[in-house]
């Protein structure tokens, strides 16, 4: 019904940059905030940013000044550009957003996950 699917991950040298982008596709009404995520092996899955449908961003500590998210509305798409990129960026990082549906009059709002995609940051 509604998918979200990234892409972009891949293996970066310390200091170097990636940009990752998430599609959503399906039989969307509207989006609202969207955000990624990224679980790192071991850890728990954390919050690294969102964005709000407006354009407002939020950003973890650990990637403030580093990290930019943005989003494009027409193309109901997120992106995430990582500069300055460390050993400690490395995880899966999912992109995440809260999207309604509309079936005949019933409207549905949910929260929808990627499949996720792997960022290495390795020399």
């Known amino acids: 019904q509604v998918q979200l699917v990234e892409s972009g991950g891949g293996l970066v040298q310390p200091g170097g940059s990636l940009r990752l982008s998430c599609a959503a596709s399906?039989?969307?009404?509207?989006?609202?905030?969207m955000a990624w995520h990224r679980e790192a092996p071991g850890k728990q899955r954390e919050w690294v940013a969102d964005?709000?449908?407006?354009?407002?961003?939020n950003y973890a500590d650990s990637v403030k000044g580093r990290f930019t998210i943005a989003r494009d509305n027409v193309k109901k798409m997120v992106y995430l550009e990582m500069n300055s990129l460390k050993p400690d960026d490395t995880a899966v990082y999912y992109c995440?957003?809260?999207?309604?549906?509309?079936?005949?009059?019933?409207?549905?709002?949910?929260?929808?996950w990627g499949q996720g995609t792997q960022v290495t940051v390795s020399s």
């Open positions: 399906g039989r969307i009404f509207n989006i609202y905030g």
């Open positions: 995440n957003a809260r999207i309604s549906t509309i079936t005949g009059t019933q409207v549905d709002v949910n929260d929808y």
């Open positions: 964005i709000t449908s407006s354009g407002r961003p």
